[in-house]
C-alpha cells in the first residue's frame, strides 16, 4: 500500500527542512488590567491622550498645542510622557502628584466622571476636533466656564 503526501504535508515538510516554522506558538496571554495613557502639559495645563504626543500628526499637535494656548495658562515647560495605570484611582494619584496643574483636558479617552470633576474637561478624540469645528467651540466653552474666562 502507497502512502501519497498532500501538498500540506509536503508543504510543512520542506519549511520544516529549511528551518521556517508554518505555524507559531501563542503568546501567553495575562490578564493584567495595566492600561497606558499618555500626558502632555504645558504650563498649567495638562492634557490626557490615548497615544504619544509625538504620535500625532503635526496638524493635530498644533490643533492640541492651540487648544492649550487658548486658555493663556500654557506658559511653562513642555512635558509628555506615558502613565501606566492599573486604575482610575491609581490615575487620580499620579495626576495630584503634577504640581500646579488648573486644568486637565481628557481627549477622547473614557474616564470615571466622577474622577477629575473640578478642573477636568472632557473633550472628543483630537480626531474627532480635527474634522468638525462645532465640537471645537463647545470644548472651547466648556474651557471657558472651568477657568472662568
Known sequence: MLFMLTPEI?????????GIKRYSLRTK????????????QKGTILSLLDKPFENFVQEQQELIK???ASTKHDKGDE?????IIQSENELEEKILSFSDIRLIIIFGITLNSELFFENSVHA?????L???KSLKKDLWLQIKSKLNL
Open 66 to 68: 492651540a487648544i492649550m
Open 29 to 40: 496571554t495575562t490578564n493584567s488590567s495595566k492600561k497606558d495613557l499618555y500626558f502632555y
Open 79 to 83: 512635558k509628555s510622557d506615558r502613565i
Open 10 to 18: 509536503k508543504t510543512n515538510l520542506i519549511l520544516k527542512e529549511i
Open 124 to 128: 472628543p478624540s483630537i480626531n474627532e
Open 130 to 132: 480635527f474634522l468638525k
